[in-house]
């Protein structure tokens, strides 16, 4: 069992080659200005390891922030132009974190001349666009003329979608993926599909040793279906895409990845990511009470005004549906003057949205409304007494949506049991997606963010929940 997700090789090279690129934008541009422009600065940097040690730690964040513009994803090798654009755009936020912590962290053995900064970025910025646009694409098709570099991939379906990524895959050779044959549910083991390709067996048949990788690209496939078997293959240690129109309306282009035109992504589960699952926990920790620290004068004035606005009590409480399906007590700032009423009104109001299948919104009874209330939903400041139930182990900073038992009541039996894996989150993907899906397109990105775990997009989230707070959106 793996206790975090395999690698693929390009992702591997290409991270390697950016973080060795921005190391030698640093020693070329300390040695230029040291040997041209004869700088004392630079030839004391020349001298100084703790120097570069600080700045090769700056050098993984610049590859997480190259992560998190999607340049590690199969859809980043389409166009050049289109990889220049979005590298560049990552290096200049790479440039306003360097200027950030250098404004108010300046921590030892920090860079503090501007010209030094700047030849260094510059430098840096030019060997990864030549790095990326020329040297890697060469080096990366020489790797992939052997064979053990590419992993043996059987596409699960037999339809107009599922030959067209079998076309692509065989005409092109930038993808780690070699056509070994076929899954279908409708012919027979051993039929002809494509170019010699052939049937290999059914979905639910158990895949020989070859079979490393599966593309599912059966359109006739419920989602539910979907998911099953991709937890059925992956149980069989191998790797899974999902080429179907289930995510890619729903998700942001970085997000998702590209197979022959085809918006895909791809499915891991919890049992290759466990060491993340550690990881998080401890994030939720430090960042959880860091924030319940820095913040205690506003809690302490947001309880004041809510005693002296409305009588009742400070905080109100509310049963969710936590991990595993126990149900837990979620505490937010009483914001309604009667919460039972409310209650009642957004059962009616949710169960009449489910079975529509229309947007879910939130629905905000204005007349139950307290003064201070209103502004505490503008701002969602009403959330924040979830940090304590993050604190207790029962809800992540980002996470599924807790859901009220009356909602957990439409689960199905197969999403239940994946959504339920994990804490429900403070904030996640439906939050900052305005909240205008609906029921059965929230539990779609409930499992998508299951399925594709990592620390990243947890930051993605958390950056993005910000601006929505900030601009007072909870409406």
């Not at 309306?249 to 060491?275: H, K, M, N, Q, Y």
């Amino acid at each position: 069992m793996r206790w975090i997700p395999r690698l693929e090789p390009y992702k591997l090279v290409l991270a390697v080659g950016d973080y060795g690129c921005i190391l030698a934008g640093y020693f070329a541009a300390i040695a230029g200005l040291a040997g041209l422009a004869h700088r004392p600065d630079a030839w004391h940097l020349l001298q100084e390891w703790e120097a570069a040690a600080v700045f090769a730690l700056f050098g993984v964040v610049w590859v997480l922030i190259l992560q998190h513009h999607g340049l590690y994803k199969l859809r980043a090798f389409g166009s050049r132009l289109r990889q220049a654009v979005v590298l560049l755009r990552a290096a200049f936020y790479a440039l306003i974190g360097f200027a950030a912590i250098s404004f108010f962290i300046r921590p030892p053995y920090w860079l503090d001349s501007r010209v030094l900064t700047a030849t260094i970025f510059a430098a840096t910025v030019l060997l990864l666009l030549l790095w990326r646009l020329f040297l890697f694409p060469a080096l990366w098709h020489s790797l992939l003329q052997r064979a053990r570099l590419r992993y043996g991939t059987a596409i699960a379906g037999t339809g107009a979608l599922g030959l067209l990524v079998a076309e692509r895959l065989s005409l092109g050779d930038a993808y780690p993926w070699r056509l070994v044959g076929f899954l279908s549910d409708t012919l027979p083991r051993g039929t002809p599909v494509l170019n010699g390709y052939r049937v290999l067996g059914s979905y639910e048949d158990v895949l020989e040793a070859r079979v490393e990788h599966i593309i599912c690209a059966d359109p006739k496939l419920s989602p539910e279906r979907v998911l099953q078997l991709a937890e059925r293959w992956a149980q069989q240690r191998k790797s899974v895409t999902i080429a179907t129109e289930l995510y890619p309306a729903l998700l942001p282009e970085w997000l998702t990845d590209e197979i022959a035109g085809l918006s895909v992504v791809g499915f891991a589960g919890l049992e290759s990511r466990r060491a993340f699952l550690w990881l998080k926990r401890a994030m939720d920790v430090v960042i959880a009470a860091a924030v319940l620290v820095l913040l205690s004068p506003l809690l302490l004035l947001i309880s004041i005004a809510i005693a002296v606005d409305s009588p009742g009590p400070v905080l109100y409480r509310q049963r969710r549906v936590g991990r595993h399906g126990r149900q837990f007590w979620m505490y937010k700032f009483r914001t309604m003057h009667n919460s039972t009423a409310a209650r009642q009104q957004w059962r009616h109001f949710i169960r009449e949205r489910i079975l529509s299948n229309r947007p879910l919104g939130k629905v905000v009874p204005e007349q139950q409304l307290t003064r201070v209330g209103r502004w505490l939903r503008r701002w969602s400041l009403d959330e924040l007494p979830q940090l304590w139930n993050v604190l207790c182990g029962e809800m992540s900073l980002v996470g599924p949506r807790p859901l009220l038992p009356e909602e957990a009541e439409f689960l199905p039996p197969l999403i239940t049991r994946w959504r339920h894996q994990i804490p429900p989150g403070c904030t996640g993907l439906w939050q900052i997606s305005d909240r205008a899906h609906t029921f059965a397109q929230m539990l779609l990105l409930d499992v998508y963010y299951v399925q594709n775990l990592t620390p990243w997009l947890d930051l993605y989230v958390l950056l993005r929940t910000l601006p929505y707070m900030l601009r007072g959106r909870n409406n």
